[in-house]
């Protein structure tokens, strides 16, 4: 840090278990990546290639080299793995993550209507030589899911052998534990973290608000996905009360209630 403050909050340090921060990146050139990660490579800890951008990014190999240097995992988008099934070429998928020396992959079923069975036995197939992240949600605006499937589904997957289960939200934070308006399903998620343990939760939180009220309810160390490149910085003031957001909620009660002069 550039200087001191107190009563900034503990954050957990990188390689990080807890306290993640995943970057959707959406199509960044190599040198954007170059400038990513020059600037906010302490900050992230997961880059995800949105959805099928890696089919047409210009210099990929270049760029995912400049992540993996940086130590910042790299995945492509569950959309993608679904792009591959949907199309009967699981094993085609498989070749593609060691083609580009790949060692994080996603199984999702948020476009595709995939037997909860097999999505496990994809997600135990690939977590042996793969560390898998799994997508539990629908990326279908009206598609409602019963807290209690959430939850058994995040269940089967982490037992699958799943390191993290992701909470869908879509890029647009809509859908998925959040309400058409963007604010959060208070009772699903309040539902899942009663079962599933939020350390193995990575919620999708692409909107500013969003950020802010998951940080709250769950403090700084809270995992976090759908970061946009330029936004990895300011959530990170947000998870250290440098934003006036969460500017109170790490003072000691004698400060922030204090009058000032």
């Known amino acids: 840090m550039n200087f ?4 900034i909050p503990e954050r957990t340090q990188s390689p990080r278990d807890n306290g993640l921060t995943m970057m959707m990146d959406k199509g960044l050139s190599w040198r954007q990546a170059e400038n990513f990660v020059d600037s906010c490579a ?11 951008t890696s089919y047409l990014a210009k210099d990929f190999k270049k760029k995912l080299e400049i992540y993996k240097e940086a130590g910042l995992k790299t995945y492509l988008g ?32 948020g476009s595709v209507v995939l037997n909860h069975e097999l999505k496990c036995k994809y997600i135990n197939e690939l977590s042996k030589d793969f560390t898998v992240l799994s997508e539990v949600g629908s990326k279908e605006e009206g598609i409602l899911i019963s807290p209690n499937k959430w939850i058994n589904m995040m269940q089967a997957e982490l037992e699958a052998g799943s390191w993290k289960v992701i909470a869908e939200a879509r890029e647009s934070g809509n859908v998925g534990i959040y309400r058409p308006n963007g604010t959060a399903h208070v009772a699903l998620v309040n539902k899942i973290i009663s079962k599933v343990s939020i350390e193995n939760v990575l919620w999708e939180a692409p909107k500013k608000a969003q950020q802010v009220w998951f940080i709250k309810q769950f403090g700084s160390n809270v995992n ?8 990895v910085i300011p959530l990170e003031t947000l998870r250290i009360g440098l934003r006036g957001d969460t500017f109170h ?13």
């Not at 001191?4 to 009563?7: E, I, K, N």
């Not at 302490?42 to 099928?52: L, Q, T, V």
């Not at 959309?79 to 580009?100: H, N, P």
């Not at 909620?249 to 002069?261: N, R, T, V, W, Y």
């Open 42 to 52: 302490d900050y992230a800890d997961i880059i995800k290639m949105g959805f099928g």
């Open 249 to 261: 909620d790490f003072l000691p009660d004698e400060i922030a209630k204090q009058p000032i002069g």
């Open 78 to 109: 569950g959309t993608l793995f679904e792009a591959f099934i949907i199309r009967g070429m699981f094993d085609d998928y498989r070749k593609l993550l060691d083609k580009f020396g790949l060692s994080m992959a996603e199984v999702s079923d």
């Open 224 to 231: 976090l996905g759908n970061i946009a490149h330029d936004e």
């Open 4 to 7: 001191t403050l107190p009563y």
